[in-house]
């Protein structure tokens, strides 16, 4: 129920009310977001991975949508919109974007070094791909 609802919203942390986003139903998504501030909004956000945030934009009015993307630093909106373009049922829309690069004259007992240091790798990652550094 609608109060009952907005009561529980009320005690949820900010720092978990992204992920309390994406669980919900789409159908108390307007409540939700209602009762947040473009800043609040963009905070829930934060903790979520790319893809999670492309998922709720696409699902919040155009307008607001368009006020939340101008607020992120350029590369990130940039990312967004480059998702975004994608259709909801292509290999495009569920691509994983969070990659680790290293310089090219890194050997790799130095990327295993700093891949051990770094402690958590985006998910997934299973390969290494060495490229050129316009990627190719």
């Known amino acids: 129920p609608y109060d009952a ?5 009320c005690l949820v942390p900010d720092d978990k009310r992204g992920e309390v986003l994406l669980e919900a139903s789409e159908n108390v998504w ?4 209602d009762k947040m501030s473009d800043p609040e909004l963009l905070q829930a956000m934060q903790p ?12 919040l009015p155009r307008n607001l949508t368009g006020r939340l993307l101008a607020t992120l ?5 940039a990312r967004i919109r480059q998702i975004m373009r994608y259709a909801d049922n292509s ?3 569920i691509m994983e974007f969070e990659v680790i690069t290293v310089r090219p004259e890194a050997t790799l007992a130095a990327v295993q070094r700093y891949l051990r240091r770094l402690g ?3 998910e997934n990652t299973d390969k290494l791909f060495v490229t050129t550094r316009n990627k190719l």
């Open 5 to 9: 609802r907005t009561a529980l919203w």
């Open 73 to 77: 630093p350029a590369e990130k909106r």
């Open 48 to 59: 979520l991975d790319i893809d999670e945030q492309v998922y709720l934009l696409q699902h």
């Open 91 to 93: 290999v495009g829309s």
């Open 30 to 33: 307007g409540d939700l977001i």
């Open 120 to 122: 958590k790798m985006p």
